[in-house]
């Protein structure tokens, strides 16, 4: 990988692994979907980190409260949420869900810097693609 550091490389490659789990978000049942729910509900808090350090401030209460809340509300809400309106090969197994999942993940990558992002967003589409 071009111009990326160890960290980076590192990065990209446990992100698009992750994508080639994506499209299982879908599936109401069976290991894959509970493994990338407890995982997104760890990651997701974290690259939002340094947001809500911003907004909250880094006192240790904060930081149990947005971490613990993060994790509960990922993996219980949003994962009944996706369980309820999704349908099992349904439209997260679908050439546009893997737009949106690169796109998602360029957004949340585009602080470490456009090259990072655009190789975490290739990364994913490349994981979701190869899944699908």
């Known amino acids: 990988m071009s111009g990326l550091t160890p960290l980076q490389a590192g990065a990209v490659f446990v992100v ?6 994506l499209p299982d978000l879908d599936s109401d049942t069976g290991k ?7 995982l997104v509900s760890v990651l997701i808090p974290s ?12 006192s240790p209460e904060f930081l149990v409260c947005y971490f613990a809340g993060s994790y509960l509300f990922i993996n219980y809400v949003v994962c009944a949420i996706v369980k309820k309106v999704t ?5 997260m197994h679908s050439i546009p869900f893997v737009f949106v999942c690169a796109g998602v993940a360029y957004i949340l990558f585009k602080p470490s810097g456009t090259q990072v992002a655009a190789m ?3 990364a994913v589409s490349l994981g979701c693609l190869v899944h699908l």
Request: zero cysteines; glycine letters at 22%.
């Open 16 to 21: 698009g692994s992750v994508g080639g789990l």
């Open 32 to 38: 894959p979907l509970a493994f990338l729910f407890h």
């Open 47 to 58: 690259l939002l980190f340094a947001r809500a350090v911003q907004i909250g401030g880094d």
């Open 87 to 91: 349908v099992h090969r349904g439209m």
């Open 120 to 122: 975490v967003g290739l």
